[in-house]
């Protein structure tokens, strides 16, 4: 069979797939299968990608079917250069989708839009933050979503979350996204100090101090790995850090921290805080 | 800042914060309407306007498209082109580029030169194009909700931001000529399957090329008329007057690359530089990260030229407090830049303001994080001074060097000229000087015999004997009185005679047993024998000769009027 053969085929095997997917009065198993099976051929003319589009927005159309749809559109857009000339066509379609009843594939068309950065998309999340009866999915989802782009001006929303959170988990989405947020240092170190917080949340202060104030993180890994009061999460955090990243002379002439790590060494409770105290003073013992 | 009040707020806006995006939309509208006010539409383009501050990036791309969709009633105005051709050079939004390809086509005035701006914006913006609205606020273009209708028949009144830039690219006409090669290439690769145009686009395109494609080969272009405006694409000449806070800004602390303190002083005083600005999160690789490796291209260029070290280069973040030490020198690196004690990456210890207000940057922030900024490189003169800015558009390094270039060269020939004027001012001091002090010293240079056995004997009046013992005081004794009992030697051969030079030879024959022994009275009656010897010489020479005065020894100490007499 020669090359131009084997393409010929190809491509009437794409288009009766193609056909079989978009026809509505096919069983929808069939349809979800051929969508498998369609990607490559979606691009091949407006006329097919419009299709393809029209089956993705039609709510009369089953759901297992319009996330088949939706999902041989994502595949189609990684060929890259063939996908170029159905972006603008495809962005439009999933905007309009912004809205949908079905909350699976509303929020799968949310991460596609949000991936790119899409201000349209940013504007309808912080909008549901705000004024929660217009959330198009629930707020730590939203959250997680704007946190794709550190110019999405989430940061005051996502503080006054922090400060009065609806549910832990959009807390901690909330701290996530203002991971990226120099101004919020002083309350990651608040967290950090608060005994009284959560531990996931002062683990996670204490990564986003690493890279926003990493000086800071170094004194306050001390403070907490010297602290017979703290959890031995947290301190093996602390010498995870102060292993990994701290000032090496100081660190190495800290005679209070290296006995207080020898001590773990040998008396910790957990095995991975003798760990992190053995891999400190392989590094720092004088 | 015409038009603007000293806050930066344009007259009659409500203060910034207080107004939404749609107050913002209807003043848009307003001003468009008002052939007086409209000139305070360019005013809403620059990047520093209070209006966008503390708002976000999407915000602000809403709210300058609309701008920039203004101007396509009002036609475009000269000192808007600019920002027009800022967007389609280094946009990467769908929607500002469409915006700024069609506010384009209302400038009264096109050229051949707006052809390589909307050819490297296809460029740019292919891989991110997107459907946009350009009838109403917002820009994003939606689907409608599906009825059966087809996608094309719904989305009547979208566009895209390819679809503008062939547009404009057809508004062109022949002034596109120069782009020809560009679209051929382009073309080229579509039929290749590698092009990223729609079979509609690629239509056009080809269009476009059939029409302005010259029939036979162009005349040679008229001069000028291939560049842009006047002011656009060319650098902004600073006067020294116009840098502000000059005083402020000299004690501005940084920290460098390796955590390293340095002021403003220290670094930008004494040589020029080359200042640009970035920020390590900027998402736009066509502003902040080409920035730094054309500031890197520019480090080669100046080794290549033998300028490395006296020129020095900078780059500065906008974004100091999340840029740290460490991630500047990340950064830097991996694009190339060469980094030592004359080529840094700086960040301010205190705050961005003072430097915003010094060079104006083109930037605005919501909170500490940069939202919208313009690409700007700096030279800095050997005083720290901004002599030259470029803006908006990209910089060539080429051009920037020649510009820091034409500043050390004119640094080193005012300092030639200084240091000229301070050999002046020090020879008009220290000639006369030099010249009383040699007539001092003629002056009481011993002239004749009688003053070499004069200054003798006030040695010994004065007791040179009773100096501590040095062992070149005798040599220079005896050298002395051979130096007289030569020139006593020389007077009486001319004079035939005798008496003086044997007197004062049994002078010295006293002083230096005296001097040896330690004779006090030897020494003495050689003084007087020795002094008798040269004043009755002296005495005889005035007889046979007239007189002699100081000129006669001056010259004779030449050895040339000495040998004729």
């Known amino acids: 069979m020669t090359e131009s053969t084997a393409d010929e085929s190809r491509q009437s095997l794409h288009a009766a797939a193609l056909k079989t997917a978009t026809n509505a009065d096919e069983e929808a198993g069939k349809r979800v299968a051929a969508f498998a099976r369609v990607a490559r051929a979606i691009c091949d003319g407006k006329e097919k990608l419009g299709d393809v589009i029209n089956v993705l927005r039609d709510t009369r159309s089953p759901q297992a079917v319009r996330l088949a749809a939706l999902s041989a559109l994502q595949s189609a857009s990684f060929s890259v250069v063939k996908f170029t000339p159905c972006r603008p066509e495809y962005l439009a379609a999933l905007r309009s989708l912004i809205d949908d009843p079905d909350p699976e594939l509303r929020q799968r068309v949310l991460g596609i839009l949000a991936r790119e950065q899409d201000g349209f998309t940013q504007q309808r999340l912080l909008e549901g933050l705000q004024q929660p009866e217009k959330a198009l999915v629930p707020p730590e989802k939203a959250l997680q979503l704007l946190s794709y782009d550190i110019h999405a001006d989430a940061y005051p929303v996502a503080r006054k979350i922090v400060n009065n959170p609806p549910n832990p988990a959009a807390k901690r989405e909330a701290l996530r996204l203002l991971a990226a947020d120099a101004a919020s240092a002083p309350m990651f170190e608040k967290i950090l100090r608060d005994k009284n917080e959560q531990l996931e949340m002062r683990q996670l202060s204490a990564s986003v101090l690493h890279s926003l104030a990493p000086k800071k993180l170094q004194a306050y890994a001390r403070d907490i790995v010297l602290d017979d009061a703290e959890s031995d999460e947290l301190k093996t955090t602390s010498l995870t850090a102060l292993t990994q990243f701290g000032e090496e002379t100081a660190v190495s002439e800290d005679n209070m921290l290296q006995k207080t790590v020898d001590s773990l060494e040998n008396e910790a409770t957990t095995q991975d805080l003798k760990n992190s105290a053995r891999n400190f003073l392989r590094k720092y013992r004088k | ?88 050079d280094n946009g990467r939004d769908a929607y500002l580029v469409a915006a700024a390809a069609r506010s384009l086509r209302s400038c009264a005035n096109p050229g051949p030169a707006m052809a390589a701006f909307l050819m490297r914006a296809l460029a740019n913006i292919q891989f991110h194009d997107d459907r946009v609205s350009l009838d109403r606020y917002g820009g994003y273009a939606i689907s409608p909700l599906y009825r059966g209708e087809t996608a094309a028949k719904e989305n009547t009144g979208a566009t895209t931001a390819v679809d503008e830039l062939l547009a404009t690219l057809r508004w062109l006409g022949s002034d596109a000529r120069d782009a020809v090669p560009a679209m051929e290439a382009l073309l080229a690769d579509s039929a290749k399957g590698g092009g990223t145009f729609s079979t509609a686009q690629t239509k056009m395109l080809s269009t476009i090329l059939q029409s302005v494609r010259p029939a036979e080969p162009a005349p040679e272009p008229l001069p000028g008329c291939c560049t842009l405006p006047h002011g656009i694409g060319a650098f902004r000449e600073w006067i020294p007057a116009s840098c502000p806070n000059r005083r402020k800004i000299e004690s501005i602390a940084f920290e460098d690359q390796d955590g390293k303190r340095i002021t403003f002083r220290d670094f930008f005083r004494g040589q020029p530089s080359v200042v640009a600005f970035f920020y390590t999160r900027c998402t736009n690789p066509l502003k902040c990260s080409l920035t730094v490796t054309k500031l890197a291209r520019l480090q080669k260029l100046l080794i290549t030229r033998r300028l490395s070290g006296r020129i020095r280069t900078a780059a500065i973040t906008y974004d100091p407090e999340f840029d740290l030490a460490e991630r500047l020198r990340g950064y830097g690196e991996s694009r190339g830049m060469h980094i030592d004690a004359d080529n840094r990456i700086l960040r301010t210890m205190e705050g961005i303001e003072p430097l915003q207000k010094y060079f104006g940057l083109g930037v605005n922030f919501i909170h500490s994080l940069v939202n919208r900024h313009r690409v700007e490189v700096y030279i800095l003169d050997t005083a720290g001074k901004i002599a030259a800015s470029f803006e908006r558009i990209q910089w060539d390094e080429n051009e920037v060097l020649d510009r820091a270039a034409n500043l050390l060269a004119h ?129 005889a020479s005035r007889r046979s000769t007239g007189s002699i005065g100081p000129t006669d020894f001056a010259h004779s100490q030449t050895g040339q009027t000495f040998s004729s007499r």
């Open chain 2, 1 to 88: 800042m015409g038009g603007l009040k000293e806050d930066g707020l344009m007259p009659g806006l409500p203060q910034q914060g207080q107004m939404s995006e749609l107050q913002f939309s209807a003043l848009v509208d307003e001003l468009k309407s008002d052939p007086v006010r409209s000139t305070l539409l360019v005013d809403l383009l620059r990047e520093d306007n209070p209006i966008y501050d503390q708002r976000g990036t999407a915000a602000i791309t809403r709210m300058r498209g609309w701008v920039l969709l203004a101007f396509e009633r009002l036609g475009l105005p000269g000192a808007a082109l600019i920002f027009v051709l800022e967007e389609l």
């Open chain 2, 411 to 539: 640094a080193n020939s005012r300092a030639n000229i200084r240091e000229k004027a301070a050999t002046v001012r020090k020879t008009r001091f220290a000639l006369p000087a030099t010249l009383s002090m040699l007539s001092l010293a003629t002056a009481f240079f011993p002239k004749c015999p009688v003053c070499w056995a004069a200054y003798l004997s006030i040695f010994g009046i004065t007791g040179l004997e009773q100096l501590p013992y040095s062992p070149w005081f005798f040599p220079i004794i005896a050298c002395l009185m051979l130096i007289n009992l030569g020139c006593l030697w020389l007077q009486q051969r001319r004079r035939q005679g005798v008496t003086g030079f044997h007197l004062a030879a049994a002078g010295a024959v006293l002083i230096v047993p005296g001097i040896i022994l330690e004779l006090g009275y030897a020494s003495a009656a050689g003084i007087l024998l020795t002094i008798t010897g040269s004043a009755i010489s002296v005495s």
